[in-house]
C-alpha cells in the first residue's frame, strides 16, 4: 500500500540512533533470530544449569527447584522494565546508556563501571569452566595447572571468533544453539519421560540439605535462591547490541524477553529431569558435586553418549562465552565513545570489518590476567559468585534509575514500541526490591559453598571485590567530575520521543 502524500517517512534506524546523538559505525544487519540466538546463548540452558546444580541440590535438596521459579520470576520483572527501556533508547551499551540517560553522566558512567567489570569476569569464568570440558573431550582430568591451560584455550578461540565479524559469530551462535538443543531440551525431554527412578513428591523436600546449614531450613533455602540467580542473567545482551539490529525498537525488547522466558524453562524442565532421574540424590546433598551430570547421563544412557555429551555441552560453553564477550564489547565501545575511560580513543576504534577490535583485544588481555586467578579452585568460585552478585548490583542500577525517572516524570515508557501500560510502575517497584534483596543475598558470605578450610578473603570476597570496584569507580568520578563528551541526551531526555 502506497502512504497518503502528507504521510511523513518512516525514519530509517540510522536517523533514530542519530536523534539519540550518535553516528552509526557498527555494521547493522541482525534480524530479530540472531538478536534472541545471543540472548539465548548468554543465558544459556546448559551453562546456567550445568555449572550451578551441584551447589543447588547441595544448598536446599530437590527442593531447590522452587528456588530456580522465585529466580526465573523475580527476572522477568526485570527483563519487562529492561524491554520498555530498549525499547525507547535502542543504543548499545544497555545499563550505561539507559542510566545515564534517565539519571545523569555520573550515575550511568558508575553504572557502566560496574556493568562492564561484571561482563569482562563473567567472560574469563565462562572461558575457565568451559575448559573442563574442554578437556574432558581430549580425554584430560586436568590438575589446577592444566585446567588454566584450557581455560587460556577457551578464551583464545572464543576471541579469535569475535574479531572476524559478524558472520563467524552468527554461525558460531547457531552451532551453540544446537547443542543446547540436543544436551538441555533432547537429553532432558528423555531423562523426563523415560528415565525417572523418584516420585514427584520428592521436589518437597530437601533430604537432609538443612544439615549443611546447621539444620536450618530457610537458610538453607535462602543460599538455593542466591545460586538459582546465577542461571537467569545475559537476557540484557540482546540490548548491548542494539545498533547492530534492524528495527531495535521491536525487536530488541521481544528478543530479550524471549530468551529469558524460553531457557528460564528449559532451565526449569532440565532441573526437575535431573532430579527425577538421579539415583542416590542424597549423596548429592552430602557433598558439594562439581559435575552430578556427566555420570547421570552416561549411567541413562550408557556409556557411548559420554564423549558427544562433553563435546555437545563444550559447544555450548563456547558458544555462551562468545555472546559475553560480544555484549562487553560493545559495552566498553559505548563507554569509550563518550571519553568515559581511560584509553577511550583506542577502544572506540571499529575495524574495516565493522568489529570494535580494541575493545575486543582488551577483554581477552584483562580476561587472561584475571585467568590466572584459576590457580586456586577456590577462587574461581568467588569469581563467579561475584558475577552473579555484579549483575545484580547493576540490574538494582538500572531499574532504580528507571523507577526514580518514572516518579519524576523524567522519563515517559508510553513513547517507546512496547510499554507496560498501568501496569509499569508496580512492576517497576516490585524489580527493584527483588533485585536488592537478591543482590544482599548472593552478596551474603556461606562458607558451606567454598572449599574447606578456604581463607576468610574469599568467603567475603563478592562485598570486597565490589567494594574495591566502588572505591576506584569513586576516585576516578572525584578526578572526573563529569565523564563522557557531551550528546544530544548529555540532560536527561527520558521524555523526548524520537520519531518511530
Known sequence: ??????????????????????????????????????GFAFVSPVVGLYSIVGAGMFASGP?????????????????????????????????????????????GWFSGWIYSWTQIITFTSVSYLGGFWMAAVFGRHPD????????????????????????????????????????????GLLLLLFFAENDWSVLLHDLGASHNWNGSTTEGFLAAVAVAGWAFVGFDACSALSEEVMDPRRHVPRAL?????????????????????QQGLTGLVQVLSVDPLTPLVTDAFGAWLSKPFQAVVLASFLACAIAIQTTA????????RDQALPLSRHLQKVAPNQVPANAV??????????????????????????????????????????????????WDPSLGA???????????AIAVIWVCFETVN????????????????????????????????????VRNPRPGVPVSAEKPDTAAAVPQ
Open 329 to 336: 564489547t560493545r559495552i566498553l565501545f559505548s563507554l569509550s
Open 442 to 477: 548472593i552478596a551474603w558470605p556461606r562458607p558451606q559453598l567454598l572449599a574447606p578450610n578456604a581463607p576468610w578473603y574469599l568467603e567475603w570476597a563478592v562485598p570486597l571485590i565490589g567494594l574495591a570496584l566502588t572505591l576506584i569507580g569513586a576516585l576516578y568520578l
Open 418 to 428: 512496547f510499554h507496560l501500560r498501568g501496569w509499569g510502575l508496580l512492576v517497576n
Open 144 to 187: 589446577a595447572t592444566e585446567q588454566l591451560l584450557w581455560g587460556f584455550g577457551v578464551l583464545l578461540l572464543v576471541s579469535a571468533i569475535n574479531l572476524l565479524g559478524q558472520n563467524p559469530l552468527k554461525y558460531s551462535v547457531t552451532v551453540g544453539i544446537a547443542a543446547e538443543l540436543i544436551a538441555s531440551i533432547a537429553i
Open 1 to 38: 500500500m502506497i502512504p497518503p502524500p502528507h504521510a511523513p517517512p518512516h525514519p530509517s534506524d540510522e536517523d533514530q540512533l542519530a536523534a539519540l546523538g550518535y553516528a552509526q559505525q557498527l555494521k547493522r544487519e541482525l534480524g530479530f533470530g540472531t538478536n534472541f540466538a545471543l
Open 257 to 277: 524477553l524471549m530468551s529469558l522466558v524460553v531457557v528460564g524453562l528449559v532451565i526449569v524442565m532440565n532441573a526437575v529431569a535431573v532430579i527425577r532421574a
Open 361 to 410: 583485544l582488551t577483554t581477552t588481555l584483562i580476561g587472561a590476567v584475571i585467568l590466572c586467578v584459576g590457580l586456586n579452585g577456590s577462587a574461581v568460585s568467588t569469581l563467579i559468585a561475584f558475577t552473579s552478585g555484579g549483575f545484580y548490583a547493576s540490574f538494582t542500577l538500572a531499574v532504580a534509575a528507571a523507577l526514580w525517572a518514572r516518579l519524576r516524570g523524567r
Open 63 to 107: 527442593a531447590w527447584i522452587w528456588a530456580l521459579l522465585i529466580a526465573l520470576s523475580g527476572q522477568m520483572l526485570v527483563a519487562l522494565v529492561f524491554a520498555e527501556l530498549a525499547s525507547q533508547f535502542p543504543i548499545s551499551g544497555g545499563i550505561y546508556q539507559w542510566s545515564r540517560r534517565l539519571v545523569g553522566p555520573r550515575y
